[in-house]
């Protein structure tokens, strides 16, 4: 398990990057974590990541080119229940719905002083989103970064929601519903909306197929530019410092059994 550890955190800090800030933030709970905020401006991409005081690691990428939101959750073993290893999760969505500003005004950030202890000003609130497939091979068709980023997941999911919204690749087949396994129609949500009719976690037995949720929250993260008036000589508006945000997310996937859902996200 150390030695996972390990890598994670070679890979984390071995990763070509434009920048590469380290924010100390504090929790509404109190606790102060760090979060680790890369910013590549050639491959257009930002990448938020922390260690959770419960030992799970979150990795949040951002592809504005392909409009692409990958959430990784890597969950470590209970050893007191008998579990070895790790799990892993990865959840795309549609970038329109990420708020971070972009990799290039990212990379201009500085911290003049970094030891300081930061809050977000603004509560974005909850965003739910339910899985409705298996992403196979369509990770790849849709952004090569987000498809590195959720290599170590076994399974990343995505919303039919999301794959209508993306638009078709340059030479690729006008439409990624043969590159996903969509979840058998007990775990969809009828029409779209409402409960699906495959129980909750909480309520399946050992062996069954159920659904559950897990929940992420990044407490501070760059949301928007902030612009101030210049001298009324001039009259023009400059850039004069950022936004932040906190946002939580709660994902509500499809398992093939119960032992499969995360036990801090059963339903």
Not at 31 to 54: G, H, K, P, W, Y
Not at 180 to 207: D, I
Request: one cysteine or more; hydrophobic letters at 40%; glycine letters at 8%.
């Amino acid at each position: 398990m150390e030695f996972f550890w390990l890598l994670l955190s070679l890979f984390m800090f071995l990763q070509p990057t434009n920048l590469q800030l380290l924010i100390n933030v504090r929790n509404q709970g109190g606790d102060v974590m760090q979060e680790n905020i890369t910013a590549n401006v050639s491959e257009d991409t930002v990448i938020l990541e922390f260690l959770r005081l419960d030992g799970v690691f979150i990795s949040q990428l951002v592809d504005f080119t392909n409009e692409v939101e990958a959430m990784k959750i890597v969950i470590p073993a209970e050893e007191e229940l008998g579990q070895s290893g790790h799990q892993a999760l990865c959840f795309l969505t549609h970038a329109a719905q990420a708020d971070f500003i972009a990799p290039d005004a990212m990379a201009k950030l500085r911290q003049k002083n970094p030891g300081t202890v930061r809050m977000a000003e603004e509560d974005k609130g909850w965003r739910q989103s339910t899985a409705t497939a298996w992403a196979g091979r369509a990770a790849r068709l849709l952004s090569a970064p987000a498809a590195r980023h959720c290599a170590l997941a076994p399974h990343v999911y995505l919303r039919a929601a999301d794959l209508a919204r993306w638009p078709p690749r340059p030479g690729m087949e006008q439409s990624y519903s043969s590159s996903v396994t969509s979840f058998p129609e007990r775990a969809l949500p009828a029409g779209g909306e409402g409960q699906p009719a495959a129980p909750a976690c909480a309520v399946a037995s050992a062996a069954q197929d159920c659904m559950c949720h897990i929940e992420v929250c990044v407490n501070w993260y760059p949301c928007g530019l902030k612009y101030c008036k210049g001298k009324p000589s001039g009259g023009l508006s400059y850039r004069c410092g950022i936004k932040t945000c906190r946002r939580c997310y709660r994902y509500h996937f499809y398992v093939l059994q119960r032992s499969s859902c995360p036990g801090a996200g059963l339903s």
